[in-house]
């Protein structure tokens, strides 16, 4: 299905900032949009976010709210100054076979599609949460979105800009402080049954070691006990002492 949008959206100018997020400079819809602090994803990022949708798939995701919440781009040209401009496609985001980058809906912040779909992952989030860890109390996404909220009023404050690939992966990666799920308790497991075979030669190496210090002071003392014998055996091959007179 293509996402309707109105046609004065065709093309944005971006940029690769220090942080390593791409920003918008330009936009060819200056009516509707503000591209201060205007963040866009790009292919790696979704790349890596998508990977963490399909994990969700079992849970309900729905496909369509995520092709609702982005208008997608292709890279048109390398303009002057590092910047690259972008056409925009109208391209399902999931199933594009090009690398598209990945502007989310925020026209309306409130109730929009993009706000839609944070809403839905947020949900299916939740439910992964509770179905893979054993919470005295059931997990709530009012208490997902505090601790997340503090999060980024703590970047805001010290003067980090929130990108929205960062918004997105702290939704979908997020865990509660003091729990893991399965999967990582699964590699914690593994790594430490590595550590106890490796225990196992760290013992024997600890024993052989402890045997060659024994080791050294006998030769030591050997050697000493050869050398004084050589000594003793040594005859005197100087002449008479002389007498005193």
């Not at 982005?70 to 399902?92: C, M, P, W, Y």
């Not at 985001?93 to 912040?109: G, I, N, T, W, Y």
């Not at 839609?116 to 005295?136: C, G, K, P, Y």
Request: proline share 4%; aromatic share 8%.
């Amino acid at each position: 299905m293509t996402k309707q949008t109105g046609p004065s959206l065709e093309w944005c100018v971006v940029r690769l900032s220090d942080d390593e997020n791409w920003w918008v400079d330009e936009i060819s819809d200056k009516e509707n949009w503000d591209v201060e602090d205007l963040g866009i994803i790009d292919p790696k990022q979704f790349l890596h976010i998508n990977e963490l949708l399909d994990s969700m798939s079992e849970f309900g995701l729905d496909s369509q709210v995520i092709d609702d919440a982005f208008f997608t781009f292709e890279i048109k040209e390398e303009i002057k100054g590092g910047k690259i401009k972008l056409e925009r496609v109208r391209d399902s985001l999931l199933k594009a076979q090009d690398m598209l980058f990945a502007l989310p809906d925020v026209l309306d912040e409130e109730k929009g599609p993009y706000a839609d779909f944070l809403n839905h992952v947020s949900q299916i989030r939740v439910t992964m949460l509770n179905e893979l860890i054993e919470f005295a109390e059931p997990y709530t996404q009012e208490e997902m979105e505090e601790v997340l909220s503090e999060k980024q009023n703590n970047d805001f404050l010290e003067g980090r800009r929130s990108h929205f690939s960062d918004e997105l992966i702290s939704i979908l990666e997020f865990v509660p402080d003091g729990f893991a799920i399965d999967a990582d308790l699964e590699v914690d497991d593994k790594e430490d049954d590595k550590e106890d075979d490796y225990s196992d030669l760290d013992a024997e190496l600890v024993e052989v070691s402890d045997k060659e210090e024994k080791l050294l002071p006998d030769e030591d003392l050997k050697w000493d006990e050869e050398e004084e014998k050589e000594e003793e055996a040594t005859p005197y091959e100087g002449g008479a002492p002389d007498e005193e007179g």
